[in-house]
Structure formats: C-alpha cells, structure tokens
C-alpha cells in the first residue's frame, strides 16, 4: 500500500548498533502499529498507537522502544540490536472511524543483524 | 486454543479451486479477515466478513463462517499462478484494544501450471 511508506526497505547492521525504523502515512488514519514476521510464526504484534500521545505494548516489546512524533509518523528503535531480531518488519495503520477498521500494511523492512 | 490456527502449506492445479482453513480464538470475535501477502511485499486485505454473517462472496473469492466451530475458510475458484502467495488469517477480538488484529502464521499457496 503505497500510503504507508516505510523506510528503509532493507537493512544490515552489527549486533549492538542502534537502529531506527520509519514509518510515514498518507492516509490519515489515527491508529499506527509495528508488527514483525519471522518465517513460520506469523505476525507478531510489537506496539501500537492511538495518536501522539497514546504508545502501547504489543506481545513482543521487549528490546524496541518507539516513537509517535506526528500523527503521521510512528517509529522503531532497537536500542541494541541482536541478531535474533533479525526478521521482516511491518508499520500499519486503521482507522478508528470505521466499524470494519482493516490494517492497511507498508511494503516492511527486512533487518538483518550480524 | 489461544492461538489462530492455519496450515502452512497448500499446493493445487492451475485452474482447481483452493480452500484455506483457519481456526480461530474468540467466539465474540467481531470481524474476520484475510490477507494476501506476495514476495517482497507487504499484507493486502483480500476479503473481511462480519460476524453475523455466514458467507460472503466477492469474484473468485468466498468466504465461509462457522461460529459454533470458530472455523473460517478462503475458497480460491479458478486458482491462477498469480494466486500463489502467502495468505493470512485474522480476527479482531470483542473489545480489542485500539482495534488490533490477531493473525494466524500464514498458509503458502503454491499453485502448479
């Protein structure tokens, strides 16, 4: 979905190094979500977002912190990367205004720690 | 279970229909949903279905719900190589905070010419 941009597309990066990734949207939408994917587990939900104020926890965030600088951004930091967060990262986005609220997902991230 | 349940392999004939399967966790669960992820790609929402309804068909694509079971299935008519891809099921839970979705971990779809 070309509304949620997410940047960059791939990444390699040393185990300890910290590392952002960004996610920027056109679509207007209040609610913004990380999720990771690793082969054969599925998605798995890191944090989520109402709007700038409002940051959770999703199932799996523990050693990512993030940052809602506008309602169209929502970034993810590793702090100190290690290589079993090596994987596949998504931002997406819903909108609390409709009943049925779909996730509208970026084309991810893939990080690679060494 | 508390998990959303699919199996993660598929292969069909070109031209056969395909039906994915999917188990889900909440009987109260208000929405279902399924999304087609294709390699180096991100998710694209195919079809979604309320959960007051049993079947919903749009083109190629029916969806059927079980309740009592908490069971959801993609039927693929006419499957195209195109259609060879990664298809993910997903529920939003009653109540679910800030309207999170819960996906299970995919199903490869290899279709065969």
């Known amino acids: 979905d070309a509304d949620v941009t997410q940047t960059p597309r791939n990444r390699i990066t040393k185990t300890g190094k910290r590392i952002m990734l960004e996610c920027s949207q056109t679509k207007g939408h209040d609610r913004m979500y990380w999720y990771r994917q690793d082969p054969g587990l599925g998605l798995r939900l890191i944090y989520y977002s109402f709007d700038v104020k409002d940051i959770n926890k999703g199932e799996i965030s523990d050693g990512y912190s993030v940052s809602r600088q506008a309602q169209a951004k929502f970034s993810l930091s590793l702090e100190s990367a290690i290589p079993n967060q090596t994987a596949l990262y998504f931002c997406?986005?819903?909108?609390?205004?409709?009943?049925?609220?779909?996730?509208?997902f970026g084309n991810g991230t893939r990080l690679t720690v060494t | 279970g508390e998990d959303v349940e699919q199996s993660l392999f598929l292969s069909v004939r070109e031209g056969d229909s395909s039906v994915i399967n999917c188990t889900y966790t909440d009987s109260s669960s208000t929405y279902l949903y399924w999304y087609k992820q294709e390699p180096g790609a991100g998710l694209q929402l195919l079809t979604y279905?309320?959960?007051?309804?049993d079947m919903k068909q749009d083109q190629r694509l029916t969806v059927l719900l079980n309740k009592k079971d908490k069971h959801l299935s993609l039927r693929i008519a006419d499957t195209q190589t195109g259609d060879s891809a990664i298809y993910f099921c997903a529920e939003r839970k009653r109540g679910s905070t800030l309207g999170r979705l819960y996906f299970g971990r995919g199903t490869q779809l290899t279709v065969w010419p």
């Open positions: 997406a986005t819903s909108d609390s205004g409709e009943s049925n609220s779909p996730l509208h």
């Open positions: 279905i309320f959960s007051n309804m």
